[in-house]
């Protein structure tokens, strides 16, 4: 294994002790840093860093100068679909000429037109155009990502949707985590009622013999699946061993918030349509607030109220939600800036959102997230910066510059 030493950072971000696996509420505003800093990478894991001041004498085959950049821990986008057969240009220029995301799905466009997409390619097909998403978001700093099946919508192509996921962990360097989401939408020929049964009594038992999936989501919205189903499904998962994690309250107010507290999600994702009842649900709970802020901009909905929830003391978490229906995009930096300009958070917040909560909302907090000794060694140095502000500031420009995963120079 190789040695890699990066040395004269101009600051070195989101330091941390082990056992710290989230922040919330006002210690979102902290994002521990170290000026002029080295960092040690060994056996692909972070192996020390301190100060250049600091810096002791290490066997390396690698030395890295990175005057007057950063370096981050790799993002951690915890929400992606990011294998798909097809884009879906078509709908978006229906989009812009006044049809709703409603409206589209209704003519047999939106999940359902990638889910014909998807079950009329293969396998080897499918992995091909997602290994090409899987390197264009390693190159604007994603080192661990979650993938959520839903495009296949029978238990066949469910199935093969999650295989092509995990060789996307296996065939890059990303972590990748997977989630079955069986109910993201009533393929047609089927009555809703025989479609839930499908996903309860057959695919899920399916995903977790063939050990596919680390999680279990719904599609909670009106349309598509009830607060109800959503438990019924969820709890289902649960007993075969996928922790829940809740597609909530895009675009009504689903009571989705509140199933993922009483089930114990790991996460509640979108969060547009909330208010107080929410936030409140959420105070009692562990479940992790995300906001998918590229699904909130390109829908041109409502932001979630980013500020309300720290204010009422919680980890918010900001995922990309790379989809071809409602967020063509898993351009973390881009989120980071989105988080800033159109929800409120400060930089240090958007970070903190975007690496240690998306860790915890993956369950990988002990290996990712942060800069920590033990922790995976995946970060990312940026091209020369005045200051952390700059990222989310200079929105679309591509700052990443080199990345670093497992302890491998990437590019
Ligand atoms: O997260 N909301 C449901 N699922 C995706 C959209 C999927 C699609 O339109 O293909 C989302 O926004
Ligand atoms: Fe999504």
Do not use: W
Not at 127 to 156: C, D, F, M, N, P
Not at 205 to 218: G, N, Q
């Amino acid at each position: 294994m190789s040695e890699i030493l990066i040395r004269n950072i101009k600051r070195l971000v989101q330091v941390r002790e082990p056992g710290i696996d989230r922040v919330a509420g006002n210690a979102m505003a902290e994002l521990p840093a170290i000026e002029n800093a080295f960092l040690y990478l060994k056996d692909g894991l972070i192996h020390s860093f301190g100060t250049m001041d600091e810096l002791p004498s290490l066997p390396t085959s690698e030395v890295l100068d990175a005057t007057g950049r950063f370096v981050f821990p790799s993002f951690v986008d915890s929400h992606t679909h990011l294998v798909f057969a097809a884009s879906r240009e078509e709908e978006f220029v229906m989009k812009i000429k006044g049809a709703t995301y409603a409206e589209i799905a209704g003519k047999g466009g939106g999940i359902l037109n990638s889910a014909r997409k998807l079950q009329q390619t293969s396998e080897d097909e499918l992995v091909e155009r997602t290994l090409a998403r899987a390197h264009e978001i390693i190159q604007t700093g994603t080192g661990a990502v979650e993938i959520k099946s839903g495009y296949g919508l029978t238990t066949r192509d469910e199935l093969k949707m999650l295989r092509v996921a995990k060789r996307i962990g296996k065939e890059t360097p990303l972590t990748v985590k997977t989630t079955f989401l069986g109910a993201h939408a009533i393929p047609a020929g089927i009555s809703h009622e025989d479609y839930v049964r499908q996903v309860i009594e057959e695919m899920i038992p399916a995903v977790a013999e063939d050990k596919l999936a680390d999680f279990i989501d719904v599609f909670c919205e009106e349309g598509f699946f009830t607060a109800d189903e959503t438990e019924r499904i969820v709890e289902e998962g649960k007993r075969f061993g996928m922790q829940p994690r809740i597609h909530a309250n895009q675009l009504h107010r689903s009571g989705g918030v509140q199933v993922g507290v009483k089930t114990n999600a790991l996460s509640v994702d979108h969060l547009e349509n909330i208010g107080a009842e929410e936030i409140e649900a959420l105070k009692n709970s562990r479940v992790i607030p995300t906001a998918l802020p590229g699904a909130a901009f390109f829908l041109g909905l409502s932001f979630p109220p980013a500020r309300q929830l720290i204010e009422a003391g919680l980890p918010l978490a900001i995922a990309s939600d790379y989809n071809p229906g409602s967020a063509p995009s898993g351009n973390m930096p881009l989120m980071v800036a989105f988080a800033c300009i159109k929800m409120k958070m400060t930089p240090e917040e958007a970070i903190n959102a975007a690496t240690l909560n998306t860790s915890a909302a993956l369950a990988i907090q002990h290996s990712h997230g942060s800069i920590t000794k033990g922790k995976i060694a995946n970060v990312y140095i940026t091209k020369p910066m005045s200051s952390i502000a700059y990222l989310p500031y200079a929105f679309g420009s591509s700052l990443v510059d080199r990345v670093i995963l497992n302890g491998k120079i990437y590019s």
